[in-house]
């Protein structure tokens, strides 16, 4: 399983884009990657994957270079509600290598008025 | 999206006890987790299991852990003689399939609270 290293917090006001990188230095050729946002006393929610290159959904976009060892999730305007723990996973979802969907520690985003 | 019902929602319990959590299986969706978060701390992964067998476990996994889902009905996390340290909020995840997609469906977790 890739290692994956996020900032542990960051701050930012409504209105504003905001982008978390994630690094994953040793991500594999099979290898896509996955974010989730996390509100307090509730479940993980799958927000956008990707595999190379940008991907775009209603929530957010994914950019991800050609080299593929680094990814930013960009979220556009937040508002309050987009508080929450944002986590970025790397694995071989497709492959029969593993089944163990791993979260490191994600980035705590606390979005100010 | 598909919901996925976890039950209880909060449990409390005395050290010792045995505790079983269940889960309600989303139609269609083969592949179970469970995961469990302590108090302020990340999302541990505990298991996963497919076609009635444990994939894989993580150590915190032990002898003290067990899944099944007896006859494809709910999905059951069973710690049979808890510990003040398994104190936490609990989560059952699952997914259609093997796709490309690393997309897990959440429930809303089944908090423990172990005295």
């Known amino acids: 399983l890739a290692k994956t290293t996020q900032p542990i917090s960051m701050d930012s006001y409504e209105g504003q884009e905001v982008n978390i990188t994630c690094s994953h230095n040793n991500i594999a050729t099979n290898d896509y990657i996955t974010w989730y946002q996390q509100f307090p006393s509730q479940g993980p929610r799958f927000i956008i994957q990707?595999?190379?290159t940008k991907v775009t959904n209603e929530v957010a976009s994914l950019f991800i270079p050609a080299d593929r060892k680094s990814s930013t999730l960009s979220l556009p305007r937040v508002s309050l509600s987009d508080t929450a723990v944002y986590y970025c996973l790397v694995g071989d979802w497709e492959g029969a290598r593993d089944d163990k969907i791993i979260f490191g520690k994600g980035t705590r985003l606390h979005i100010l008025p | 999206e598909p919901e996925v019902t976890q039950t209880p929602s909060h449990q409390v319990t005395q050290m010792g006890q045995e505790v079983i959590l269940r889960c309600v299986p989303i139609?269609?969706?083969?592949?179970f987790y469970w995961y469990r978060q302590i108090l302020g701390q990340k999302v541990e992964f505990l298991v996963s299991f497919y076609n009635n067998e444990i994939s894989e476990k993580s150590e915190i996994f032990d002898d003290q852990f067990s899944v099944e889902r007896p006859d494809g009905s709910n999905f059951t996390l069973k710690i049979r003689s808890t510990k003040l340290e398994d104190s936490a909020m609990y989560f059952c995840a699952m997914r259609p399939d093997r796709g490309a997609t690393g997309e897990l469906f959440f429930g809303e977790g089944s908090r423990l609270t172990v005295l």
């Open positions: 990707g595999y190379k």
């Open positions: 139609s269609n969706h083969l592949y």
